[in-house]
């Protein structure tokens, strides 16, 4: 379940007004700080610092992240988004599906606590807690660990869920197999810069017998407007895997995965596949404007979740969904 610029995913696509001012609003935060954090020999003024972070500076060595740049504002507007109809409605049915993915691993025993990598503002970490599981919430992105705070404690759930700043390519701050349920919902794996990395540190702190859940963008589904606004974008895509935010700024690049690729890369690192399924399948075959409908004619969320699931079951549907959900083990 993915979400919009920078920050963004959900099974949004398109992006809407909102996003588009995030996007722009990250980009300025971005340069305004990169702009501030540079020597005065190296850039001087606006315009040197278009240079530094844009497109048109392929040999930028390391592209920011622009996740860590939304500040708690941005973080409160991109949760307000998804609780904006008509979103929230697919933003449940997302949700409600991932949870059917989630549920039969959830650890009998509740004071097991369970990972969040890339929890940003703590969704999952709250439904969780909400439930009784203690949850360590982790993210590189203080402005949305900070909104994630905010709910907690409005919540009265800080007892059941922590709250640490972690990378995923960097869990050192974890003892190795000290982990038996870990998540990465809403795509860290393919925001992180480098996935291999990433599964590797997940690896290490999972015990054996343990299980990372989560999702990845997928390469299929992701030619959009919000990731490829021209044919070269498209033609990226297609051929690399590899898409970028919106906007004119060289941020980290997206991987976008294809199913066989993402199993490929996931079994290298020893993990095994469990379960794969494509995400926000229904708005990808009958489009927005009928799921629109849907939603607008009252059909229940739990009949719409019922025929996603069924329609998930079908290994050649498994590239035609906006992300590809997982399920993955290590072996005993
Ligand atoms: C679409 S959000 C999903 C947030 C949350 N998991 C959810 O499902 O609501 C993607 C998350 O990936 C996080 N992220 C980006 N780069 C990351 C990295 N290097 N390590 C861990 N998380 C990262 C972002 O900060 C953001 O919280």
Same mark, same amino acid.
């Given at each position: ?15 809407? #007004?909102?996003?588009?001012? =995030?996007?722009? $609003?990250? +980009?300025?935060? !971005?340069?305004? %700080? ?5 020597? /005065?020999?190296? @850039?001087?003024? /606006? ?19 622009? *996740? ?7 973080? $409160? ?8 109809? /008509? ?19 959830? /650890?009998?025993? #509740? ?5 969040? @990598? ?14 009784? *599981? ?10 949305? !660990? ?5 709910? =907690? =404690?409005? =919540? ?19 003892? &190795?197999? &000290?982990?038996?349920?870990? !998540? ?11 996935? @291999? ?23 299929? $589904? ?12 498209? %033609? ?23 199913? &066989? ?6 079994? +290298?690192?020893? *993990?095994?596949?469990?379960?794969? $399924? ?7 075959? @009958? ?29 050649? !549907? ?6 590809? *959900? ?7």
């Amino acid at each position: 379940m993915a979400q919009a610029v920078g920050p963004e995913i959900m099974p949004e696509r398109q992006p809407c #007004k909102g996003e588009r001012d =995030l996007a722009w $609003r990250v +980009s300025c935060t !971005l340069r305004r %700080q990169q702009c501030e954090s540079a020597s /005065p020999d190296a @850039v001087s003024g /606006p315009k040197a610092c278009g240079r530094l972070v844009g497109m048109d500076n392929p040999a930028a060595e390391k592209a920011p992240n622009p *996740w860590l740049a939304m500040t708690i504002d941005d973080a $409160r507007e991109y949760d307000e988004r998804k609780e904006t109809y /008509p979103l929230r409605n697919h933003v449940a049915l997302s949700r409600r599906v991932a949870w059917e993915l989630i549920l039969p691993h959830l /650890p009998n025993d #509740k004071s097991l606590e369970v990972l969040e @990598v890339g929890g940003g503002t703590g969704f999952w970490s709250i439904r969780l807690a909400l439930e009784g *599981w203690r949850v360590m919430l982790t993210d590189p992105a203080q402005g949305l !660990l900070d909104c994630a705070r905010e709910k =907690l =404690l409005a =919540l009265g759930l800080l007892d059941k869920v922590t709250i640490m700043s972690a990378d995923v390519c960097d869990l050192s701050a974890f003892a &190795s197999e &000290s982990r038996r349920l870990v !998540l990465a919902m809403g795509d860290p794996l393919s925001y992180c810069g480098d996935a @291999v990395k990433a599964l590797r540190e997940v690896w290490r702190v999972t015990q054996a017998g343990g299980v990372l859940i989560g999702n990845v963008e997928c390469r299929y $589904r992701g030619i959009d407007a919000r990731r490829a606004p021209s044919w070269s974008d498209a %033609q990226r895509i297609l051929t690399e895997g590899i898409g970028y935010w919106p906007g004119p700024h060289h941020h980290l690049a997206i991987q976008m995965f294809t199913p &066989s690729e993402f199993r490929s890369l996931a079994e +290298s690192v020893g *993990w095994q596949m469990q379960v794969m $399924r494509p995400s926000d399948l229904l708005l990808s075959l @009958v489009g927005r404007e009928l799921l629109n409908d849907a939603f607008a004619r009252g059909i229940d969320l739990e009949e719409l979740a019922e025929l996603e699931l069924r329609l998930g079951e079908d290994p050649s !549907l498994l590239g035609a969904g906006t992300d590809i *959900w997982f399920v993955m083990s290590k072996p005993r």
